[in-house]
């Protein structure tokens, strides 16, 4: 069984940082992407960041490169999203999803997703 758990969202004041967790299960983490999304109140969801397959392929979307780092534990199965300079835009809900090897940051690429977990960044 699938399963992808998000964890490590919070309250943070506007320029702090946060690390989040997305622990996976039921799958071999090197043979599929694993994208961030986010989902602001009143928006669609958007990509945020994804890696493919080896730790040599990780795209971000432009609102976030230089800040957020996307990075991979296999041996624990883990993938992380480190977020620096947090702005208020960055705020809402984020999720962690896994795809086919050549996913990107589509949502529809994605089949399997985590709960999510909220990030609140204060002006």
């Known amino acids: 069984q699938v399963q992808l758990v998000e964890s490590g969202g919070g309250l943070v004041q506007s320029g702090g940082s946060l690390r989040l967790s997305c622990a996976t299960s039921?799958?071999?983490?090197?043979?599929?992407?694993i994208g961030w999304f986010r989902q602001a109140p009143g928006k669609e969801r958007e990509g945020v960041s994804c890696m493919r397959r080896s730790d040599i392929f990780t795209y971000y979307a432009d609102s976030v490169k230089g800040r957020f780092t996307m990075s991979r534990d296999n041996a624990n199965n883990t993938v992380y999203l480190q977020m620096n300079n947090l702005k208020y835009e960055d705020t809402g809900v984020y999720y962690c999803?896994?795809?086919?090897?050549?996913?990107?940051?589509?949502?529809?690429?994605?089949?399997?997703w985590g709960q999510g977990t909220q990030v609140t960044v204060s002006s």
């Open positions: 039921g799958f071999t983490l090197d043979y599929y992407a």
């Open positions: 999803a896994a795809g086919p090897v050549r996913s990107g940051l589509v949502d529809s690429e994605y089949h399997y």
